[in-house]
């Protein structure tokens, strides 16, 4: 798939083959951000969605360190998710600069999910690129993500 852009630009990265553009409608459904913040794909034939998000930070959110955005964001999916159960946090490095992940795993509808959400701080937008698939196709999944992480470039 062709380059995609976040921001205005700002930053982009290459999708997996595979996977297709979801519409606005479909990331409705999905319960996902707003499209002027967001861009959503998925994988049907391998049941992977991968979500690219960003927002722009007030001042004193521009302060936090990054580990107290990933911990808060943690804290709302662990809110959110009757199922929901920790299983790692990573550093990364993203674009040359410093990024962190966390990797989880639910349940929904009888079925095992494994998930990454990492974040990377630049320029005052904080930067989220995130992947849920099946717990079966658990290194498909992360390896779609990891794909994404590699090809981000900043500017």
């Known amino acids: 798939m062709d380059r995609v852009q976040m921001n205005?630009?700002?930053?982009?990265?290459v999708i997996p083959e595979g996977f297709s553009a979801l519409t606005e409608a479909q990331i409705r459904e999905l319960g996902g951000r707003p499209a002027d913040t967001s861009l959503?794909?998925?994988?049907?034939?391998r049941h992977i969605l991968l979500?690219?998000?960003?927002?722009?930070l007030p001042l004193l959110g521009r302060m936090v360190p990054l580990q107290k955005h990933l911990e808060a964001t943690a804290a709302q999916y662990r809110d959110r998710i009757p199922t929901y159960r920790d299983q790692q946090l990573?550093?990364?490095?993203?674009a040359g600069q410093e990024a962190?992940?966390?990797?989880?795993a639910y349940t929904a509808k009888d079925t095992e999910q494994t998930a990454e959400y990492a974040l990377l701080l630049h320029g005052g937008v904080c930067y989220?690129?995130?992947v849920i698939g099946r717990g079966e196709n658990e290194t498909e999944t992360l390896a779609a993500l990891d794909a994404v992480l590699r090809s981000v470039t900043i500017g």
Do not use: C, I, P, Q
């Not at 962190?100 to 989880?104: I, L, N, S, V, W």
């Open 100 to 104: 962190a992940a966390f990797r989880y």
């Open 128 to 130: 989220a690129f995130s």
């Open 90 to 94: 990573l550093r990364l490095t993203v």
């Open 8 to 13: 205005n630009g700002a930053v982009t990265a």
């Open 40 to 45: 959503a794909f998925r994988d049907e034939e």
């Open 51 to 56: 979500e690219l998000m960003w927002r722009k």
